[in-house]
Antibody
Framework: QLQLQESGPGLVKPSETLSLTCTVS??????????WGWIRQPPGKGLEWIGS???????YYSSSLKSRVTISVDTSKSQFSLKLNSVTAADTAVYYC??????????????WGQGTTVTVSS | QSVLIQPPSASGTPGQRVTISCSGS????????VYWYQQFPRTAPKLLIS???ERPSGVPDRFSGSKSGTSASLAISGLRSEDEADYYC????????????FGGGTKLTVL
């Protein structure tokens, strides 16, 4: 059974870079050529798509975050990663990684990680 | 303001049938699949309905999805106390620079 697990620091200082990794297990990150994405949820608020990456490395980002976001993939480790620089308190959220349910970005996310809470504070 | 519009709350009594609406436009719901997610407090969203009306394995048939034009609905029949959760709709939007759009979420209360 496919499982996704986020990892990374739970506390990041303002203006620094948030770095998270999603490890894929129970299946290959390259099998069936899925897209893999990052979504976040600020406290008490709804879901916000951050961006997604294809196993080959093609990336697509939210326009509101594009200038600060980098998503990368390491197929040898079955991992994909998120970097968000110049963070502020507004970036405090639960961050989820997820798999799109087909080899097209326009298909929704079917498998989600459990989420990791990131707080931006000095 | 979310691109997809959901009522902030819904409620029903055990055994009732409840529907949650999701209103969009021709560039999202009108031309792409709709997905529904169920989220309990402090847990990750769970896929409830895929591609407008498909139930993933393990999702009870009490849950059903439908789409008509630029709106979609999630129906829950035989409401149970354990259905109390937040429900989100989502769809791809052809026109936006942020193509993945979510509804603002509906908090379902079982009275």
């Amino acid at each position: 059974q496919l499982q996704l697990q986020e990892s990374g620091p739970g506390l990041v200082k303002p203006s620094e870079t948030l770095s998270l990794t999603c490890t894929v297990s129970g299946g290959s990150i390259t099998s069936n050529s899925y897209y893999w994405g990052w979504i976040r949820q600020p406290p008490g608020k709804g879901l916000e798509w951050i961006g997604s990456i294809y196993y080959s490395g093609n990336t697509y980002y939210s326009s509101s975050l594009k200038s600060r976001v980098t998503i990368s993939v390491d197929t040898s480790k079955s991992q994909f990663s998120l970097k968000l620089n110049s963070v502020t308190a507004a970036d405090t959220a639960v961050y989820y990684c997820a798999r799109h349910d087909y080899s097209s970005l326009s298909y929704g996310m079917d498998v989600w990680g459990q989420g990791t809470t990131v707080t931006v504070s000095s | 303001q979310s691109v997809l519009i959901q009522p902030p709350s819904a409620s029903g009594t055990p055994g009732q049938r409840v529907t949650i609406s999701c209103s969009g436009s021709s560039s999202n719901i009108g031309s792409n699949y709709v997905y529904w997610y169920q989220q309990f407090p402090r847990t990750a969203p769970k896929l409830l309905i895929s591609r407008n009306d498909e139930r993933p394995s393990g999702v009870p048939d009490r849950f059903s999805g439908s789409k008509s034009g630029t709106s979609a609905s999630l129906a829950i029949s035989g409401l149970r106390s354990e259905d109390e959760a937040d429900y989100y709709c989502a769809a791809w939007d052809d026109s936006l620079s942020d193509p993945w759009v979510f509804g603002g979420g509906t908090k379902l209360t079982v009275l």
